[in-house]
């Protein structure tokens, strides 16, 4: 034990003992292609066990942002750890690749080895979801940096896919089917707005709206983990050439679905094709949000667009219906009359 370094706000012991709460943790997620295991200076895995022929390393790192705060307020540890998954890991699956490592960076005031404990639960579950593997992470005691109660998240992760089978969405053209994948919630986007909306309106997130689930408060509402999609996903993709992959995260749908839209290009979405979620209709009213702008900043209830050929759209639906995932179809591309490209009707 270092008593100077402890009296300076670090505290070695807990360190060591979030090392030990969390090892059945990262247990847990271990798949084909690990090696070593938690303590050593590295992560490693082994890309030649899984029989690729020409492999493309893909690689994705992001945080959770603002809905920290929600947290922090909640005393919800557990999901935060899903959502910095969720973020790398689909990023990763939209140029057709397999996530196969997450590493994750924590950051605390103090540390509380149960509460970093909740927080590596809810990376381990993320990484369970997407199949991939957390062969390494940091965590890192900062008194004076973050208040005591606080703490922030980062992920990392790495993914492979053969070349040939890479999504760089340069075979998305007009005609294409755009389908839609649910979002669970507003997902880790756009919450410095949504802590605006809150404390603007004084809203109370212990309470219960009814315009929301009658049970979930509103914190519980908020703080629901980002969707991931790996696994019907790639299911899809063996059975379906998928041309384009847009996950819909930061700037909406204005800013992530014409990141796979080629020149002279148009996405039309049609805004009869499902209904926006509850929270969202919320948080439009609560605010005096123009639709527009929810659109420009909110997932709206679609976290993930995959355009396919037109005669594949029925089919891509129907796969993933049967993987578990629901899906519809949103729009479709269509050649560009205007400086536009994205067009909701």
Request: glycine share 12%; charged share 25%.
């Amino acid at each position: 034990m270092s008593k100077n370094y402890k009296e300076s706000g670090v505290d070695l012991e807990a360190g060591y003992e979030v090392v030990s709460r969390i090892k059945p943790l990262v247990a847990s997620t271990l798949r084909k292609g690990c090696m070593g295991g938690i303590g050593s200076f590295g992560g490693m895995f082994h890309l030649g066990s899984l029989n690729y022929k020409d492999p493309v390393l893909v690689s994705g790192t992001d945080g959770v942002g603002t809905k920290l705060k929600i947290a922090f307020e909640m005393g919800r540890h557990n999901t935060i750890g899903i959502d910095a998954v969720a973020m790398c890991v689909n990023d990763i699956l939209a140029q057709g690749a397999e996530p196969l490592i997450f590493l994750d960076y924590v950051a605390v005031g103090k540390n509380e080895p149960a509460v970093v404990e909740a927080i590596v639960e809810g990376v381990a579950d993320g990484c369970r979801q997407a199949g991939c593997a957390l062969v390494g992470g940091e965590t890192a005691e900062m008194p004076g940096m973050y208040a005591e109660g606080e703490y922030d998240i980062a992920g990392f992760s790495v993914g492979a896919v053969e070349k040939d089978k890479l999504i760089d969405s340069s075979r998305v053209k007009a005609g294409d089917v755009l389908v839609a994948l649910p979002s669970s919630g507003v997902h880790s986007n756009g919450f410095s707005l949504v802590r605006k909306i809150v404390k603007d309106k004084n809203l109370q997130l212990d309470k219960c709206y009814p315009e929301l689930d009658p049970e979930l408060c509103l914190g519980e509402v908020l703080l629901t983990p980002t969707e991931i999609y790996v696994k019907p996903v790639l299911a899809l993709m063996e059975q379906v050439d998928v041309n384009g992959v847009a996950h819909i995260t930061g700037g909406g749908f204005y800013e992530n679905i014409p990141r796979i839209l080629p020149e002279d290009t148009v996405a039309v979405i049609d805004s009869g094709s499902w209904s926006v979620p509850p929270v969202f209709q919320f948080l439009e009213k609560e605010g005096g949000i123009a639709r527009s702008e929810m659109f420009n900043v909110f997932n709206m209830g679609v976290g993930m667009v995959i355009a396919v050929d037109a005669d594949n759209a029925d089919k891509t639906v129907e796969i993933l219906k049967k993987n578990g995932q629901d899906a519809w179809i949103l729009g479709r591309v269509e050649t560009a009359t205007g400086e536009e490209k994205v067009v909701i009707k």
